[in-house]
């Protein structure tokens, strides 16, 4: 299977838009996450969160948005899919990191919701 083309995260505005400090909400769009994150689900993002290794982040590369796994190795972080027929892309730094993921839901169903730190 050929991976599909990136979807931009923002087509319009841009998530400077928002205070530094509040939470946003976002649609998963693609499968690149998949399968802990399916498309049309909601995720919340803290822009102040904790970025740690095994952490669900939004990151700006390369003048995109995107939506992965930060992970390390060896001492070097990478942002991973949890789809393998997405590449990780490698990350000199956690400059990149613009917010971390804290919860995801289904829209319309109360009880389809899942957290990610305490």
Do not use: H
Request: glycine letters at 8%; charged letters at 25%; one cysteine or more.
């Amino acid at each position: 299977m050929t991976p599909r083309k990136t979807i931009p995260l923002v087509a319009d505005t841009s998530l400077s838009d928002c205070s530094g400090a509040e939470s946003f909400a976002l649609m998963v769009l693609g499968d690149s996450m998949a399968p802990e994150f399916v498309e049309g689900e909601v995720i919340v993002v803290e822009p102040e969160g904790l970025a740690r290794d095994g952490s669900f982040v939004i990151a700006q590369v390369n003048g995109e948005w995107t939506f992965r796994q930060l992970v390390t190795a060896d001492g070097a972080w990478a942002l991973r899919a949890l789809n393998p027929a997405y590449p990780a892309t490698p990350l000199p730094d956690l400059e990149a990191v613009r917010g971390v993921v804290i919860q995801k839901s289904k829209p319309g169903r109360r009880r389809a919701l899942k957290r990610y730190v305490d």
